[in-house]
Every structure is written in structure tokens, then in C-alpha cells.
């Protein structure tokens, strides 16, 4: 199974976010219920890099995330970004019942300010690299953030756009 960025971010949706080992778990079942395929690890990591680039997943670190089993876990969550439009792929629907994940509830806020905090890292590789059709991809994606989430990226978009004169 080659998930797109939004199949990817379908899957991390129905649970409310899923660490990466959490995923392929995920991804496999739904694999082996739609056709009986499996998971290309390589190809997932690439899927969510890409995924992340792309900000259709975010990754968030709680501070204090249970495991199935009860312990805690430092493993950040994936989960669905705001340039996401999350669809769960074949065979994927029945998933949060066979896999034992509590269903999660990031905190919005601490969310919007992870994405905040990634956006500026991009914008900055961007700009330094003078890369203007990343400039204009993050122009886009700056106000998806700002609808996704409670931040204001005003001063990084008018610093993109600088960057573009």
C-alpha cells in the first residue's frame, strides 16, 4: 500500500494521532483488509516526510501520551495539518477497532504553536535558499495554517513575500 499525504492524514484522523510505529500497524491492516497487500516501510517514510513537508501531517509532541498497554510514551503523534483533506483508504475503516489505540485529542493550541513553529523553520530554509516556488507553496499554505489553527503568520508571510520582490 502507497498511501497519498491524505490517505496518510485520513488514517492518523481516526485515532486523533498516531506515532509513526502506530501508523504502519495501521496502514498494514488496512492493507492485508483491502487486498491483502502489505506496507512498504521505505515508502511510508518517504509518504510522511513528504506528508510533513507538505504539511498535511504534523508532528506533536504531548508531554504526557498513554500507550496501549498504560506506560507513557515520548514518541511524538502524527497528525492531520492543516493542507490535509483527510480520506481513509480502502480497508482502513475498521481499523480503530481492531487496533487497542485510545482515540486522542491534541491540544489545539499547543498544536497551532508546533505548526507555527515548523511553518517558520520553512519559511527560513526557504528564503535562505531563495526558493521561490517553496515561498509561494508556503504563501498558500500560510493561511490554511491560519484557519487550522489559533496563530497569526502575518509577519511571516509579509517576509515571504518580500523575499519574492
Same mark, same amino acid.
Given at each position: 500500500?502507497?498511501?497519498?499525504?491524505?490517505?496518510?492524514?485520513?488514517?492518523?484522523?481516526?485515532?486523533?494521532?498516531?506515532?509513526?510505529?502506530?501508523?504502519?500497524?495501521?496502514?498494514?491492516?488496512?492493507?492485508?483488509?483491502?487486498?491483502?497487500?502489505?506496507?512498504?516501510?521505505?515508502?511510508?517514510?518517504?509518504?510522511?516526510?513528504?506528508? !510533513? *513537508?507538505? &504539511?498535511?501531517?504534523? +508532528?506533536?509532541?504531548?508531554?504526557?501520551?498513554?500507550?496501549? %498497554?498504560?506506560? #507513557?510514551?515520548?514518541?511524538?503523534?502524527?497528525?492531520?495539518?492543516?493542507?490535509?483533506?483527510?480520506?481513509?483508504?480502502?480497508?482502513?475503516?475498521?481499523?480503530?477497532?481492531?487496533?487497542?489505540?485510545?482515540?486522542?485529542?491534541?491540544?489545539?493550541?499547543?498544536?497551532?504553536?508546533?505548526? !507555527? *513553529?515548523? &511553518?517558520?523553520?520553512? +519559511?527560513?530554509?526557504?528564503?535562505?535558499?531563495?526558493?521561490? %516556488?517553496?515561498? #509561494?507553496?508556503?504563501?498558500?499554505?500560510?493561511?490554511?495554517?491560519?484557519?487550522?489553527?489559533?496563530?497569526?503568520?502575518?509577519?511571516?508571510?509579509?517576509?515571504?513575500?518580500?523575499?519574492?520582490?
Amino acid at each position: 500500500m502507497n498511501a497519498t499525504a491524505d490517505e496518510l492524514a485520513g488514517v492518523v484522523d481516526l485515532f486523533g494521532g498516531l506515532t509513526r510505529a502506530e501508523l504502519e500497524r495501521a496502514l498494514s491492516e488496512a492493507a492485508f483488509r483491502a487486498d491483502g497487500g502489505d506496507v512498504d516501510s521505505d515508502a511510508l517514510e518517504t509518504g510522511i516526510d513528504r506528508a !510533513r *513537508e507538505s &504539511f498535511a501531517l504534523v +508532528a506533536y509532541d504531548p508531554l504526557e501520551q498513554p500507550t496501549p %498497554d498504560g506506560t #507513557e510514551s515520548d514518541e511524538p503523534l502524527l497528525v492531520a495539518g492543516p493542507t490535509a483533506f483527510p480520506t481513509v483508504p480502502e480497508g482502513a475503516e475498521d481499523v480503530p477497532h481492531i487496533l487497542d489505540i485510545e482515540p486522542r485529542r491534541p491540544d489545539r493550541e499547543a498544536l497551532g504553536e508546533t505548526v !507555527r *513553529e515548523e &511553518f517558520v523553520a520553512a +519559511a527560513d530554509a526557504a528564503v535562505d535558499d531563495g526558493d521561490d %516556488d517553496r515561498i #509561494e507553496t508556503l504563501l498558500d499554505v500560510s493561511y490554511d495554517v491560519e484557519t487550522w489553527a489559533p496563530v497569526d503568520l502575518a509577519d511571516e508571510r509579509a517576509r515571504l513575500e518580500a523575499a519574492l520582490e
